[in-house]
């Protein structure tokens, strides 16, 4: 009989894998996530961020088991099979098998702009490299033999990773009269089990293992505290029936860790993921590769050629597709790859596009990342001593980050259900009010960034001037540097100088923190 096999990983500690989740690691289709950084272009700025989509999928895949064979103890009623546990762990090992070169940098970066009218996102490509994985490996014989049913558990495998396989047949009316009735949208476990499917990826509220395991990952590679503790969670996770359906609830008293987990993953995006030297390298691999895409061959199933932007249409030819050719275009010889290994080359000297500023729009306003914003900061020409040189609209780099809790500018506690020591049987929400006066008013936030292609500190010092400008023009925020960089411009702008009443009113005031003058 096979027995366990044992992982020494740096977050989780010694772990044991299945014997199938082995023999689904030890296949060209998963080793290949060791040549993708979790992190992308952000490995470029934090020497110590150099882990991969293999050691995270590895932790997933641990926590996934360890969440639901802990339901199965504290739980019987809730019959969790030994099937179920299977399904779990496995979608949890292979839930990034998608993740394209760069991870994120791929498809949402490069993909949008190579490919714009396609709507493809990474989950789908997990989906069709796991069918590859297990049809190419021939492990359906094996998956059998560990009890896995492959009709209904491939389906349930791939419908935690992706959602519903069929999302139209959810939706069903009684007659022409009635509002549409939603129905039950998976077919790889009945409604039942509803709580199965959001332990890897919970489309319900976003609280899943794979965040867990991603947050003290990463932390622990950025050199970044992790303020969140997973441990504590599941030992007040159970499941309580909410409207005829079983969700995966968690103790009242854990709502402030809660806040703090989606209070971690929004520092992470703002010092990290989203860090702005990260990002505009991340922006210029991005041109490097939409300049090589024509050119760069990948070969797949039958010897049919397919290029960067279409190797995913493919599984053979992406299983190809990582990292690596980052380096096959920086030292390849081909003269049709010259404009995108130059982009590479100031990338490895540093020569990077240079920050110009950020702003953020007002809180109602919301930007769309569109060319006619780098035409608009062009065409921003500053009214007071504009200077004396010439910029184009095509060496502006606009980038709009939208950084929220998960859920855009919803709070997703809204979304957790909670369970009482007075009768952990039922399930109540928790308001914000109910929690502190010291948590988010709002929950989501843009903020745009600009940057301008060139080394000359003449022509940075200008296009800094016309983004000033530009932040004027539409009543965007200040730029923190504006007073320095522009000090001849920033007076021009009332509403960026002059206080209220109230605030030098509020100013004047001694806070609780001031020592009070008292007559002896």
């Known amino acids: 009989m096979e027995v366990m096999k044992v992982f020494n990983d740096p977050i989780h500690g010694h772990i044991e894998m299945h014997p199938l989740l082995v023999q689904i690691i030890d296949t060209p289709q998963f080793q290949r996530l060791r040549y993708i950084k979790q992190l992308g272009g952000t490995y470029f700025v934090f020497p110590g961020a150099s882990h991969n989509r293999f050691e995270h999928s590895l932790g997933v895949g641990y926590l996934a088991g360890y969440l639901v064979r802990t339901l199965k103890e504290r739980q019987p009623e809730l019959d969790i099979t030994q099937r179920d546990i299977l399904c779990v762990e496995i979608a949890g090992l292979c839930h990034d098998l998608g993740h394209g070169p760069f991870s994120h940098m791929f498809d949402g970066r490069f993909i949008p702009l190579a490919r714009p009218d396609l709507k493809w996102k990474h989950e789908t490509a997990s989906v069709q490299m796991f069918e590859h994985l297990i049809t190419s490996n021939k492990l359906e014989e094996v998956m059998k033999s560990y009890g896995l049913v492959l009709e209904e558990d491939m389906l349930f495998i791939k419908e935690q990773i992706g959602g519903p396989i069929d999302e139209t047949s959810c939706v069903t009316s009684v007659s022409q009269c009635t509002a549409p009735v939603i129905m039950w949208p998976y077919r790889g476990r009945p409604k039942e089990k509803s709580f199965l499917y959001e332990i890897v990826a919970n489309k319900k509220n976003g609280i899943d293992v794979d965040k867990w395991d991603y947050f003290a990952r990463d932390c622990h590679h950025l050199g970044i505290p992790n303020n969140f503790d997973y441990k504590r969670l599941l030992i007040f996770t159970r499941v309580c029936e909410v409207k005829n359906q079983k969700h995966i609830c968690t103790r009242d008293k854990e709502v402030g860790n809660l806040y703090e987990m989606f209070h971690t993953r929004y520092c992470l995006h703002r010092r990290a993921y989203q860090h702005k030297t990260g990002n505009i390298i991340e922006i210029m691999i991005t041109e490097a590769f939409q300049k090589a895409d024509k050119f760069f061959e990948v ?45 590479l080359r100031k990338v490895e000297r540093r020569e990077l596009y240079r920050f110009l500023g950020e702003t953020r729009p007002e809180s109602k306003k919301e930007i769309l990342k569109s060319n006619s914003l780098a035409e608009s900061i062009a065409n921003s020409k500053p009214e007071k001593d504009p200077p004396d040189v010439e910029l184009k609209a095509e060496n502006f780099i606009v980038d709009v980050i939208n950084m929220d809790y998960g859920m855009k500018e919803q709070n997703p506690i809204d979304k957790v259900h909670f369970y009482c020591k007075a009768d952990p049987s039922k399930a109540v929400n928790i308001s914000k009010e109910q929690v502190s006066k010291f948590l988010p008013i709002i929950f989501m936030e843009q903020v745009v960034r600009v940057y301008y292609k060139s080394q000359d500190p003449d022509v940075i010092s200008a296009a800094k001037q016309y983004f000033i400008q530009w932040c004027m023009e539409n009543d965007f925020t200040k730029p923190q540097d504006s007073d320095v960089v522009a000090p001849h411009l920033t007076p021009m702008k009332k509403t960026w100088n002059n206080m209220t009443d109230d605030e030098h009113t509020r100013a004047s005031e001694p806070s609780c923190r001031q020592r009070l003058p008292f007559d002896e």
């Open 299 to 343: 070969r797949g199933s039958g010897g049919k050629v397919y290029h960067i932007s279409t190797a995913m249409e493919d599984m053979e030819a992406y299983t190809k597709l990582t990292d690596c050719i980052y380096q096959e275009i920086l030292h390849s010889s081909h003269p049709e790859l010259e404009e995108a290994r130059e982009i």
